[in-house]
Structure formats: structure tokens, C-alpha cells
């Protein structure tokens, strides 16, 4: 993980943000302008949806790698115990501690990830739906 996770939610806060201030505009201007936002926000919501597509296979690998680091520390373990359990079983605790911590903030950072992308897509489909309304009232006027 590169980035503490109180920076990755203020980066969904200005995600969140920048959609809202998106359709408040989209609304507000011409058919062109908002058809021009549609496709920033369609490059946008690809491009936040492929780096979650990346870290998924990113960590589909590392725990892989992971669990057979795991595997083999804990037949360490086993050997270890038997001559100084207590002691071990203090450093167990700890480790157990840390992996859960480290898989906790894993996922915390994933889910920000994938709240991103989704609100990414959120902000294509409103702007999608404002030009939709634009080009039917367009055409309504058209056919008068």
C-alpha cells in the first residue's frame, strides 16, 4: 500500500466532489459542452476502473506468494514451539497481529479504490443521462 488511508478517502472526497460539480455543470451548458464532460467522465471511470482491475491482479499474486510464506513460517513455528513456547507464542500473537492489520488496511484501500471507480461511473452515467435529456428536448424543439 503507497498511501495512508486518510489520503485515499480525501481522494474520494474530491472524486465524490468533481462529479457532483460535473452534472451541476453539465446541466447548465450547451448539448456540446456536456457531450464533451460525458467523454471525460467515460476516460475517467475506464481509467479508475483499470487500476482496480490492476490491484485486484496485483493482490491475487501477492497473497499467493503470501500464503506460501505463511505456510512455510508456521511449519517453522511448529519446530520453534516446542523448545520455547511462551516466547513464541507472544511473537505468534504479534505477527498474526500485524498480517490481520496489514490484510485490514489492504482492503480498506481496495474498497476506496473500487468507491472511486464506482463513483467514476456514477458521474459518466449522469452525464450520459443529461445529454440524453438535452438531444430529446432538442429533437422535441426540432419537430415542432
Request: hydrophobic share 45%.
Amino acid at each position: 500500500m503507497t498511501k495512508p488511508l486518510s489520503q485515499q478517502l480525501s481522494e474520494l472526497s474530491v472524486h465524490a466532489k468533481n462529479a457532483e460539480d460535473a452534472a451541476a455543470t453539465a446541466q447548465q451548458e450547451a448539448h456540446a459542452k456536456a457531450a464533451a464532460l460525458r467523454d471525460q467522465a467515460r476516460a475517467a471511470a475506464s481509467a479508475a476502473t483499470e487500476k482496480v482491475n490492476q490491484e485486484a491482479k496485483g493482490a491475487k499474486d501477492r497473497a499467493s506468494r503470501n500464503w506460501n510464506a505463511l505456510q512455510a513460517k508456521i511449519a517453522a513455528d511448529v519446530n520453534s514451539l516446542k523448545t520455547v513456547v511462551a516466547a513464541r507464542k507472544r511473537e505468534i500473537d504479534a505477527e498474526r497481529a500485524e498480517t490481520t492489520a496489514e490484510r485490514l488496511e489492504w482492503e480498506a484501500a481496495f474498497s476506496i479504490d473500487y468507491a472511486i471507480a464506482s463513483i467514476e461511473q456514477a458521474k459518466y452515467a449522469v452525464l450520459d443521462a443529461i445529454v440524453g435529456r438535452v438531444e430529446a428536448q432538442d429533437a422535441k424543439r426540432a419537430a415542432v
